[in-house]
């Protein structure tokens, strides 16, 4: 039996669902289209087929999703991961922190940017841009409500337009929401 692990980490654990996810065999045409996949496709996470148990919202949150953190204008892909790296690190979610940081490292080949942020939490200190965008994600992830002018101008002053703010509203805000169902609906287990 593997370990519940505990600690943030850049590996991407085993995310054990507590709930039976759905068969992609014996899936309903509505789960199908949901999932958007072929009886071929085998690529299928147990997270997206846990989801399929409601494929109504499951139809929803995939497009938006993919919109939300793989758009092609604003923020960078690499911040929009450090957007969910920091709502994450707030929320505990040890799997998509290590999910996030991963591609944040990929796409930078930064790793001391995540390597600090997993040590000091929100202690941490980054460059001015990357500081900034993590601050604000925790802050949001945190206490959305005590979000100020300050906070929007703080952003600003590190050179986010406005284009890019929403974006980092948009990638913060939906993984506070994918840390409550990934938390809720399984673990991450040691590989």
């Not at 147990?46 to 949150?61: I, N, Q």
Request: aromatic share 6%.
């Amino acid at each position: 039996m593997s370990n519940v692990v505990h600690t943030f980490t850049s590996t991407v654990p085993v995310w054990s669902p507590y709930v039976t996810p759905v068969d992609l065999a014996s899936a309903t045409p509505e789960q199908m289209a949901a999932m958007q996949v072929t009886p071929s496709n085998k690529g299928v996470s147990k997270y997206v087929l846990t989801l399929a148990h409601d494929p109504e919202s499951l139809a929803v949150r995939s497009p938006l999703f993919n919109l939300i953190m793989y758009g092609k204008d604003g923020l960078s892909s690499a911040e929009r991961e450090l957007g969910a790296v920091g709502a994450s690190v707030v929320n505990r979610c040890i799997y998509c922190a290590a999910v996030h940081a991963s591609r944040f490292n990929g796409l930078t080949k930064r790793p001391d940017v995540i390597e600090a942020i997993f040590k000091d939490e929100l202690d941490a200190k980054i460059e001015p841009r990357e500081q900034a965008i993590f601050d604000f994600s925790a802050r949001l992830s945190t206490t959305p409500s005590q979000l100020t002018q300050g906070d929007a101008d703080a952003l600003r002053k590190a050179g986010l337009d406005e284009l890019e703010m929403l974006d980092l509203v948009l990638s913060s805000a939906i993984f506070g929401w994918a840390n409550r169902l990934m938390h809720t609906l399984g673990e991450p287990l040691e590989t």
